[in-house]
């Protein structure tokens, strides 16, 4: 029996429709997740005269850049070395070869970056192998480091891209420090490597640099492209706009410790820290989103440097307690729906909770096993968060589902949540990556004391405009 | 405008910069037009150099984000792993009436999400599992497509096999569309591998139902930011009928009974000149070209296609074009003092490096370069027409040469893409975004014009230019 245009109108709302679409298997409809060599070329674009090139198919490679542009309204300049099916049958030695000269040449870096696109990965190329040949034909000078990791799209996700390219990168720039120099070595042991992790608002970098100076803690961020992602507008175009200098890349070992702003994205690179550089202490924790998770991100910076909080901090933590106590009927009860990567859509329900506001619909596409137990962790811990379910490993149609058969308020998470939020008629506040549809947003912080009033005044603003919107003639009020 | 020896050596100094070897291809790209010189064409369609910084995309992106995506009633799946079809989601503006979700798929990515046991074991039994999924979940769906990304022609899938299968299985046809990324140089085969998918599972599955005299289809405009809409205007305003668009905010069942139509009228050649000839040769249904751009050209178009029908729309084209030229004088007396005398350098790809240089003479702006992405020699032949001595073509222009073009030329508004609109932003360049209207548009049809016109002038006269230089460092300061 056919169904009309009304009747599935109807049926794609219910709980019967619900059923049917959590029980597939196969298919994976609008995943709010984009692949690996997207992460590592943001992982490069950090580092200063650096090139990110993608060894593969050409076609990978103008996606990539189409989408950072679009999302921060930047250039971006990452090379492909253009496999064809020539190259699918004799592999692509011959592309990396003249693909490095190039890109040498023409864009002078001091860095090449290199990851993969999923064709290299499937015929098997050998980077090592094929990046020594290029040195020996001369394509590029023996000393011009070629960090290369493998970022196939058919494992993990752009964040994994990120980690394993970072990894990459900073293996190779440690392997070219002098063991003798020291010549910074008092001034550096002061210093605290900051790791963002995959980190889609430039703010954020410069609100952390912010509270740092307000402690008195140096700092490097490992890789800093706010530069690169937020450069000024002056009448010239410059290819390289910033980043990590390579010279403190390379001497970042010797510095006091490393943290990374976020798990998921940083695992390995982490772990290789952890595991060869010698007494330098480095973890990672969630995002510092919110009050809690940005006093925790304190205190653990206030220890590892052994400088206490500065009462100037305290005052600036205390403004944004005013601002989220000032709100706090606002968002306390109010129901969510939040999806995005791991540690963001953490950091996001932490804030929540703390606001008491209630998560309801907790959806990431991407999630390790520790990842679901921290968060499952995160939402006993209030009462709160009893209501909300975690779908880790889930898609955007699978939200809509929710949505329409669990109503909530108010949906969080990037751009491609609008048309579920349209069809559940709730607000979405943009918050990650990519948004392609809003102004300016990478642009402010979502992390550390200023992002927690970001997040305040996006979302009770929204609320309160739907309010204005909706209210009849009576209850449209001065004063609310 | 340059002359043609100013032209010459400044493509000859951005070539200084280049290697040997890639210096020697890459200057077979590049020319200044010169009437008289009929070997002065550039190369085209061959393999872009690796490493230089090439705009071009892959045989994907032309067959699931040009051609396949567009047509609303078919769920696309995008098969292999999740990035294609995460970047090509909803990201070229084809604009579809319908319920989404319903009858409408054009803005999903419905994807496979390869991981390395589908690379090892093979997806087409996974691939089978989605297609049943897919048809219980979306049962308005009317056809499925199954674009394949890079990992599947490498691994050996046999998605034809599955394909064929399951068109028995849930009645409706399930197309198989071998565009894997690596394939060709260009976006370019993908849409000729498009187009033969078309042609081998869909093209005449169907009847036309009330034919009549005046049935023609719609080639080549996918509606981005509504073109289609407009161009459907436009040529029903006339007396046509346009029974068919190819594909923007198409129906399966559009491209099932094009070939009963009278007339192919083709907008975007590049992709999709190649059902027209196959639609000449099996069904002796002839095609012609037409430009959507400017008041000059759609006028040009509409008087082309009265000569192939009869008095009655030869008489509507000349009342049509009398009506609509009074609001399009209008548009031009209001713009033309604003943008008139400014020189544009456009780079894109499809059939917008010519035809749009039409819609800026109509505005007295003039284009002093010009290039196509993935444009082949018949595309730069038919560009001849539109310019003039002087102009500088590049073909696959890399992003080092599009910048010293730029700025050993100095063209008052760059025209191109994502990827190039900041570059030449930062350097304080007026510009706009050719491919999706800078999220503008309509720019087809009478409509359009005043649409493109406006979008023009805010990009050359927008205040905010003047705010690049700060009054201290401005001269004489």
């Keep these: ?480 | 405008m340059l002359t043609i020896e100013e032209g010459k050596k400044i493509i000859e100094e951005v070539l200084e910069a280049y290697p040997e070897k890639t210096k020697l291809k890459r200057e077979k790209h590049l020319a200044v037009h010169e009437e008289a010189c009929s070997t002065c064409g550039v190369k085209s369609n061959v393999k872009s150099a690796p490493g230089v910084m090439t705009a071009r995309g892959c045989a994907y992106a032309g067959s699931k984000g040009v051609v396949w995506g567009p047509i609303k009633d078919v769920v696309h799946i995008s098969h292999g792993p999740v990035g294609c079809g995460h970047y090509s989601w909803s990201t070229r503006r084809n604009l579809a009436d319908g319920i989404v979700g319903v009858n409408n798929f054009v803005p999903f990515h419905f994807t496979s999400d390869f991981q390395e046991r589908d690379i090892v074991f093979g997806g087409d039994k996974k691939l089978e599992k989605i297609i049943h999924e897919i048809n219980g979940l979306f049962p308005l769906n009317n056809g499925l497509s199954i674009q394949s990304e890079c990992p599947v022609g490498l691994i050996g899938d046999d998605i034809e096999a599955v394909a064929k299968k399951t068109t028995k299985d849930i009645g409706k046809p399930v197309v198989p569309v071998r565009c894997e990324g690596f394939r060709g140089v260009s976006q370019s085969l993908g849409h000729h591998i498009a187009n033969d998918a078309i042609r081998d599972h869909i093209i005449g599955t169907k009847k036309l139902d009330n034919k009549t005299k005046y049935d023609i289809a719609l080639i080549g405009d996918y509606n981005i930011g509504g073109d289609a809409w407009e161009a459907k205007k436009l040529l029903e305003e006339v007396g046509l009928k346009v029974r068919s668009i190819w594909s923007g905010d198409a129906t399966l069942e559009m491209l099932q009974t094009a070939p009963d139509v009278k007339l192919n009228v083709i907008h975007c050649y590049r992709s999709m000149n190649y059902i027209c000839r196959h639609m000449e040769e099996t069904y002796g249904i002839p095609w012609v070209e037409i430009n959507l751009f400017g008041p000059t050209k759609v006028a040009e178009s509409l008087r082309k296609l009265g000569e192939l029908f009869d008095d009655h729309i030869k008489a509507n084209v000349e009342k049509a074009i009398e009506k609509n030229m009074i609001a399009m004088e209008k548009t031009i007396e209001k713009y033309k003092p604003r943008v008139g005398g400014k020189k544009v350098m456009l780079y894109v790809g499809g059939l917008r490096p010519r035809h749009t240089i039409g819609a800026f003479e109509d505005l007295g702006m003039e284009v002093v370069g010009t290039g196509y992405e993935f444009g082949h020699k018949d595309d730069y032949e038919r560009t001849k027409d539109y310019i003039k001595d002087g102009v500088i073509i590049y073909d696959d222009v890399t992003a080092y040469e599009f910048e010293e073009f730029v700025k050993k030329i100095n063209p008052d508004l760059v025209a191109s893409g994502i990827k190039e609109k900041y570059v030449f932003q930062k350097m304080g360049k007026p510009f706009r975004q050719m491919h999706s209207w800078d999220y503008s548009g309509p720019y087809h049809g009478w409509g359009g014009f005043e649409i493109f016109s406006r979008d023009m002038d805010m990009a050359l006269n927008s205040p905010t230019w003047q705010l690049v230089t700060p009054k201290w460092r401005q001269a004489g300061k």
């Design chain 1, 1 to 480: 029996m056919t169904k009309t245009v009304e009747e599935v109108k109807e049926w794609i709302n219910t709980e019967e429709y619900k059923e049917l679409n959590f029980k597939r298997e196969a298919v994976v409809i609008n995943p709010p997740k984009a692949c690996q060599p997207l992460g590592a070329i943001f992982a490069a674009s950090g580092f200063e005269k650096t090139l990110p090139y993608v060894h593969g198919s050409q076609g990978c490679t103008a996606y990539f850049r189409s989408n950072l542009s679009r999302h921060y309204r930047e250039p971006f300049s990452t090379v492909s070395d253009s496999m064809t099916e020539d190259a699918a049958v004799f592999g692509g030695l011959n592309n990396i070869i003249e693909g490095l000269r190039n890109a040498h040449v023409l864009y002078q870096p001091s860095l090449i970056a290199m990851s993969t696109s999923c064709m290299a990965e499937v015929i098997g190329d050998d980077l090592n192998a094929f990046i020594g040949q290029a040195r020996e034909k001369g394509s590029i000078p023996e000393d011009l480091p070629i960090p290369f990791a493998h970022t196939p799209s058919f494992v993990g996700s752009h964040i994994t891209g990120y980690d394993s390219m970072l990894k990459a990168i900073l293996e190779n720039l440690h392997k070219r420090q002098k063991k003798t120099t020291s010549v910074k070595g008092s001034e550096r042991t002061s210093l605290i490597n900051i790791i963002p992790g995959f980190d889609p608002h430039v703010a954020n970098i410069r609100e952390i640099q912010y509270m740092l100076g307000i402690m008195g803690i140096k700092n490097l961020i490992l890789a800093d492209n706010s530069d690169v992602l937020d450069s000024p507008l002056t009448g010239e175009y410059a290819m390289y706009t910033g980043g990590t200098p390579l010279e403190d890349a390379i001497d970042a070992s010797k510095n006091h410790g490393t943290i990374a702003l976020q798990k998921n994205s940083t695992m390995n690179t982490i772990k290789y820290i952890q595991e060869e550089w010698e007494n330098h202490p480095a973890f990672n924790m969630y995002p510092p989103m919110g009050i809690k998770l940005t006093d925790d991100f304190v205190e653990k910076i206030s220890d590892l440097a052994g400088i206490s909080v500065s009462k100037e901090l305290e005052k600036y933590r205390g403004r944004a307690v005013d601002a989220a106590t000032d709100a706090h009927q606002y968002i306390h009860g109010k129901r969510f729906a939040v999806f995005g990567d791991p540690d963001e859509v953490y950091g996001i329900v932490s804030f929540l909770l703390e606001m008491g506001g209630e998560p309801i619909h907790v959806l990431t596409a991407t999630g390790s096993k520790t990842f679901k137990r921290e968060m499952e962790l995160l939402l006993a811990s209030s009462p709160h968060g009893q209501g909300a379910k975690l779908y880790a490993g889930f898609d955007l149609w699978h939200m809509r589902s929710l949505l329409m058969t669990d109503p909530v308020d108010m949906m969080i998470g990037d751009s491609h949540g609008k048309w579920a939020a349209r069809d559940a008629n709730i607000p979405l506040i943009r918050i990650g990556y990519p948004i392609v549809d809003r102004v300016n947003m990478h642009r402010y912080p979502v992390i550390g004391y200023q992002g927690a009033i970001n997040m305040i005044t996006w979302i009770v603003n929204a609320f309160l405009e739907e309010l204005d919107r909706n209210s009849d003639d009576a209850h449209f009020e001065l004063l609310r």
